[in-house]
């Protein structure tokens, strides 16, 4: 079946840090990739997400690009805040559903950002 | 922002007990969903609800649970009789129509099955 695995954590680092954090899948079908994050106390919010080989994803300075070639969907930032600060979450949908979306996450990762 | 839903945010009960948890998720959203995470595993797919069934289950979810739109607003999950091991962050999700992709999450209820 689909999985999502992504690097062990937690990650550590200091303001104005560059991120990298790595997601690889595995899936039957062509998915859609997402990261979803979840500040503390909060729900799992949709950070960015791509559809197709190639397209890359951003939103508030992450970004992240569907590479079909290495089954791999990376988040990257190129400068880190304190209130990055959250659990970073990789997930694939199976596009080919048509009752709605069964998301498949991988472990997430805790990112601490200290001042 | 409009928001999903999710009570109580901690719910303890004892093995063998009923719960219920609830959650109201986006007004003019159609697709529903339940998903958990028991402490240090990965969030995982419980079950898809539209148009007042059940599109789609995993296999975590057996015949101890069940879903419910009791009325125009709220989304429920019954657990009929807990074991230890459905201890975990249970959340609810919702999405629409024209972006099924998008899910919006509650912040959870923890359940606690002493």
């Known amino acids: 079946g689909d999985s999502v695995t992504q690097m062990e954590g937690p990650v550590t680092l200091s303001e104005e840090a560059f991120l990298t954090i790595n997601c690889t899948y595995t899936a039957t079908g062509y998915p859609s990739l997402f990261w979803y994050v979840q500040y503390p106390g909060e729900g799992l919010q949709l950070l960015l997400k791509?559809?197709?080989?190639?397209d890359k994803g951003s939103n508030k300075g992450f970004e992240a690009t569907y590479r079909k070639e290495t089954t791999s969907f990376h988040l990257e930032k190129g400068s880190v805040q304190v209130s990055d600060s959250a659990v970073y979450f990789c997930a694939l949908s199976d596009r080919r559903r048509t009752s709605g979306s069964r998301l498949t996450f991988g472990e997430g990762t805790q990112l601490t950002v200290n001042p | 922002e409009p928001e999903v839903t999710q009570t109580p945010s901690h719910q303890v009960t004892q093995m063998g007990q009923e719960v219920i948890l609830r959650c109201v998720p986006i007004?003019?959203?159609?697709?529903f969903y339940w998903y958990r995470q028991i402490l240090g595993q990965k969030v995982e797919f419980l079950v898809s609800?539209?148009?007042?069934?059940?599109?789609?289950k995993s296999e975590i979810f057996d015949d101890q649970f069940s879903v419910e739109r009791p009325d125009g607003s709220n989304f429920t999950l019954k657990i009929r009789s807990t074991k230890l091991e459905d201890s975990a962050m249970y959340f609810c999700?919702?999405?629409?129509?024209?972006?099924?992709?998008?899910?919006?999450f509650g912040s959870g209820t923890q359940l606690s099955v002493l």
């Open positions: 007004s003019n959203h159609l697709y």
């Open positions: 791509a559809t197709k080989a190639d």
């Open positions: 999700a919702s999405s629409d129509r024209d972006s099924t992709e998008k899910l919006f």
């Open positions: 609800f539209y148009n007042n069934e059940i599109s789609e």
